[in-house]
T-cell receptor
Framework: QKEVEQNSGPLSVPEGAIASLNCTYSDRGSQSFFWYRQYSGKSPELIMSIYSNGDKEDGRFTAQLNKASQYVSLLIRDSQPSDSATYLC????????????FGPGTSLSVIP | NAGVTQTPKFRILKIGQSMTLQCTQD?????MYWYRQDPGMGLKLIYY???????DKGEVPNGYNVSRSTTEDFPLRLELAAPSQTSVYFC???????????????FGPGTRLTVL
């Protein structure tokens, strides 16, 4: 059973701080990794994808991947109250035919 | 370009009733998915389809059926509704190309289903 795990939170950070969200996965052959954001009562939307070891930056968001440790993280710099949401980590296996497995999500609250 | 649309938005069923949740996408995506999300939980895959005429089970298929006769439509059928099927149901679609890593899923707005 392939698994994706995340700290459920809630994670609370003050406005302007760095929020760090973590995700581990069990399938060592996984090749594609995604972070989705879900506001309360809304549907998930993709904010970052990463496929290679290292960091990938997009504005205030940085995704970090370490395949040897089977670990992927999302950093949010200069956190804003509008970043308050649940963040879902999703992982796809080694082929383009594999299913995407979602983690349980981490709830983030940014305190003004 | 409407993206992924779902109907209805809300529905209350009595135990033992049946219903079909509709999902349509206009992005010519090959992959389509049905998920359920229980309160405070992540997404659980019910069924998915890799193209018209091809469907497969996900993690939690029991109590559900799907069909995919066209690229655009992927309805989810609930037979003999049970309280355990009370959940929010999301349909999603993506364009997968063999041999590539990209796979952005686009989600519909969801259907909130209550079984009493």
């Amino acid at each position: 059973q392939k698994e994706v795990e995340q700290n459920s939170g809630p994670l609370s950070v003050p406005e302007g701080a760095i929020a760090s969200l973590n995700c581990t996965y069990s399938d060592r052959g996984s090749q594609s990794f995604f972070w989705y954001r879900q506001y309360s009562g809304k549907s998930p939307e993709l904010i970052m994808s990463i496929y290679s070891n290292g960091d990938k930056e997009d504005g205030r968001f940085t995704a970090q991947l370490n395949k040897a440790s089977q670990y992927v993280s999302l950093l949010i710099r200069d956190s804003q109250p509008s970043d308050s949401a649940t963040y879902l980590c999703a992982v796809r296996g080694r082929t383009s035919y594999d299913k995407v497995i979602f983690g349980p999500g981490t709830s983030l609250s940014v305190i003004p | 370009n409407a993206g992924v649309t779902q109907t209805p938005k809300f529905r209350i069923l009595k135990i033992g009733q049946s219903m079909t949740l509709q999902c349509t996408q206009d992005m010519n995506h090959n992959y389509m998915y049905w998920y359920r999300q229980d309160p405070g939980m992540g997404l659980k895959l019910i069924y998915y389809s890799v193209g018209a005429g091809i469907t497969d089970k996900g993690e939690v298929p029991n109590g559900y059926n799907v069909s995919r006769s066209t690229t655009e439509d992927f309805p989810l059928r609930l037979e003999l509704a049970a309280p355990s099927q009370t959940s929010v149901y999301f349909c999603a679609s993506s364009l997968r190309v063999a041999g590539t890593t990209g796979d952005t899923q686009y989600f519909g707005p969801g259907t909130r289903l209550t079984v009493l």
